[in-house]
């Protein structure tokens, strides 16, 4: 088995699901006592929520690159960045530490291409929507995205940093989030990515009014077949 380096705390709700949805897939694989050989670098969010606050990516960059090397000091074979918008620093990662990264957009591609899904809603922050980044990864793997207008993105984006991130999960947002799904899935959409963390806490894919994949499912499935592969799989 391989040992994973979690990047973490972004927010800590969801990195428990990492942790324990990891340890599940591993124990049902191999039974017994079996479980995952994790490395979790938890941060201090309000650090990183102010540089994203400030746009400093640069800042971001370094100290996500500066967590994912002290994994790989301490002993990970891979890292994976457990949330969807932080994805920003992933090239920065690539390039500077000397391990292979996991990356969340790739799983959710290689899952949508799996169930057929050709055109994908993206709900998560309003970077994560809009920027590019993401949903232009989803299209270079034959993926199709939509994503919501911009002042509807922005109404996504306050529930998830005001509500989601901060633990807060009511039935108000969850009836909006599945609005917003539903004016997706009358535009095109015959699948949904949940591409925040948190998303699959509030609205969980069995409750979606389309096909759902939650980012962090797409994502531990990708992570736990690279750990348990024979043989070192490239990416």
């Given amino acids: 088995m391989r040992r994973i380096g979690l990047l973490g705390g972004m927010s800590w709700h969801s990195s428990i699901e990492y942790y324990t949805k990891i ?26 929520r102010d540089l994203q606050i400030a746009e400093d990516w640069a800042g971001a960059d370094a100290a ?27 090239p920065a990662i690539e390039e500077t530490v000397d391990v292979p990264l996991i990356h969340m957009v790739d799983s959710i591609a290689t899952m949508a291409h799996e169930r057929g899904y050709s055109t994908m809603a993206v709900l998560g922050t309003r970077w994560t929507m809009l ?8 299209e ?19 529930i998830i940093w ?15 989030y599945v609005e917003i799904m539903n004016d997706l899935k009358a535009r095109g959409a015959d699948a949904v990515t949940l591409s925040c963390t948190e998303i699959g806490l509030l609205v969980p894919p069995e409750t979606a009014p389309l096909p759902a994949i939650d980012s ?11 750990m348990m592969a024979e043989e070192l799989i490239p990416l």
């Avoid at 340890?23 to 994790?38: C, D, F």
């Avoid at 967590?67 to 457990?82: C, E, F, M, N, S």
């Fill in 162 to 176: 005001d509500e989601l991130t901060q633990g807060k999960f009511t039935d108000a947002s969850r009836a909006r």
């Fill in 140 to 158: 270079a793997r034959g993926i199709a995205t939509l994503v919501p207008d911009e002042a509807t993105c922005l109404d996504v984006d306050q």
């Fill in 64 to 90: 996500l690159t500066a967590t994912a090397q002290r994994l790989k000091d301490g002993g990970a074979d891979a890292v994976a960045i457990a949330t969807n918008l932080m994805h920003k620093c992933a």
């Fill in 23 to 48: 340890n599940a897939a591993v124990a049902e694989r191999l039974g017994g006592h079996h479980s995952a050989q994790i490395l979790l670098d938890s941060c201090n969010f309000s650090e990183i």
């Fill in 216 to 226: 962090v499912d797409a994502h531990v499935a990708a992570i736990v077949e690279w």
């Fill in 131 to 138: 920027d590019g980044f993401y949903t232009d990864r989803l």
